[in-house]
């Protein structure tokens, strides 16, 4: 199959949350999940992008999510946490309820914690934190998986992908964003190279028998890897314990029982903690200013900073339109014409 396709990112969002309320999601969440995903594309961050779709629908055909939830709203008024149950749906609906009441509480307390319980969350952490930087607080977001990845030294999964991100608002221009998997590639990327038939670079995986392969087919059979050896393994295990044991909600091991598979997408918490840098400078000094320099500092050592080149592909993808190939085209307009038909759960 040859050729490509060129969409605007509304036309990419709009296509999506098409198949999505055609497999009865709620227009809140098909638009929610349609966004997230065509800004994957748009990025350049292909393992989040429309890749995503027949996922999303594999899980709610196996019951293991529910489209149309009406996400719940725990707030006091005057406390620094804020809890939204996700009401066993996507997380996305809940983020969205529950963003901008954090970051207001984060401005009058000068921190605050946005908890989000019984979600489903398939995407990338920096649509999160990206939100909230353009609410003018900085954000710390993380959640587990499912067990996928081994603990350093360790053979047998037990921890998950568990992402961290981070964001830093500059006003005037794009915000300082970082979010990693705390394991070696995000488990989309191994994903990737199976439907490419292409190896995997050496030091991501070991087969099921706990050695070393750049097989992805034997790696998704196996285990991953945490980055950087037992840091990554360390910095996995305290999102276990925050955005899992602490807030009350499933660890990655506790979420693939649930599942029983890793073909659906994982179901735990989220946990995001939003920071008002003025209140914490406490007038003592700018703490944007001094965040400019540092950045500049960084720039100016030939140093990229992170997201720059997701910053540089949204560019041009405003200026020229998001390309499809002719094999995404067609699952695009298959999902959306059968809708949970087009998928079958594995």
Same mark, same amino acid.
């Given at each position: ?16 949350? #098409?198949?999505?309320?055609?497999? /009865? ?23 989040? /992008?429309?890749?995503?779709?027949? /996922?999303?629908?594999? =899980? ?11 996400? #719940? ?9 804020? @809890?939204?149950?996700?009401? *066993?749906? $996507?997380?996305?609906?809940?983020? #969205? ?7 207001? !509480? ?10 989000? *319980?019984r979600c489903t969350h398939f995407s990338a952490l920096w649509p999160e934190v990206e939100t909230l930087t353009g609410m003018g607080v900085a954000a710390l977001a993380m959640c587990p998986s499912y067990a =996928? ?6 053979? &047998?999964?037990?921890?998950?992908? *568990? ?6 608002? @500059? ?25 490419? /038939?292409?190896?995997?670079?050496e030091g991501w995986a070991v087969d099921a028998a706990g050695q070393p392969t750049t097989d992805p087919a034997e790696a998704l059979a196996g285990a991953m890897l945490p980055f950087g050896g037992h840091k990554g393994s360390a910095i996995s295990t305290m999102i276990e314990l925050l955005a899992g044991a602490m807030i009350g909600d499933l660890t990655s091991t506790e979420a693939l029982d649930w599942l029983g598979? =890793? ?11 939003? $920071?008002?840098?003025? @209140? %914490?400078?406490?007038? &003592? ?7 400019? +320099?540092? %950045?500049? +500092? ?10 720059? &080149?997701? $910053? ?21 307009? !298959?999902? &959306? ?7 079958? =759960?594995?």
């Amino acid at each position: 199959m040859t050729g490509t396709t060129t969409l605007t990112f509304e036309a990419l969002t709009e296509l999506i949350g #098409e198949i999505f309320l055609k497999a /009865g999601f709620s227009p809140l969440a098909a638009a929610s999940l349609a966004a997230t995903i065509a800004a994957g594309e748009r990025d350049a961050c292909k393992s989040h /992008g429309v890749y995503r779709v027949e /996922g999303c629908l594999r =899980t709610v055909k196996a019951g293991k999510v529910v489209p149309d939830a009406v996400p #719940e709203v725990e707030d006091d008024g005057a406390s620094g946490i804020i @809890r939204v149950d996700a009401m *066993n749906g $996507f997380s996305g609906p809940a983020f #969205e309820a529950g963003a901008p009441l954090v970051a207001a !509480r984060a401005k009058k307390l000068g921190i605050a914690a946005l908890v989000i *319980n019984r979600c489903t969350h398939f995407s990338a952490l920096w649509p999160e934190v990206e939100t909230l930087t353009g609410m003018g607080v900085a954000a710390l977001a993380m959640c587990p998986s499912y067990a =996928t990845v081994a603990p350093a030294g360790g053979t &047998r999964p037990l921890l998950g992908t *568990n992402p961290i991100a981070f964001g830093w608002p @500059r006003p005037g221009t794009t915000p300082y964003v970082f979010d990693f998997a705390t394991s070696v590639a995000a488990r989309g990327e191994i994903e990737l190279y199976r439907r490419a /038939g292409k190896a995997m670079p050496e030091g991501w995986a070991v087969d099921a028998a706990g050695q070393p392969t750049t097989d992805p087919a034997e790696a998704l059979a196996g285990a991953m890897l945490p980055f950087g050896g037992h840091k990554g393994s360390a910095i996995s295990t305290m999102i276990e314990l925050l955005a899992g044991a602490m807030i009350g909600d499933l660890t990655s091991t506790e979420a693939l029982d649930w599942l029983g598979t =890793t073909t659906l997408a994982p179901h735990h918490g989220e946990l995001i903690l939003a $920071f008002c840098p003025e @209140r %914490f400078a406490a007038g &003592r000094a700018d703490p944007f200013a001094k965040a400019e +320099a540092l %950045f500049e +500092a960084v720039a100016g050592q030939g140093a990229r900073l992170p997201s720059q &080149r997701r $910053f540089t592909a949204r560019a041009k993808a405003a200026a020229e339109g998001i390309t499809l190939t002719a094999e995404e085209m067609a699952l695009m307009e !298959r999902l &959306r014409d059968k809708g949970l038909d087009a998928v079958q =759960t594995l």
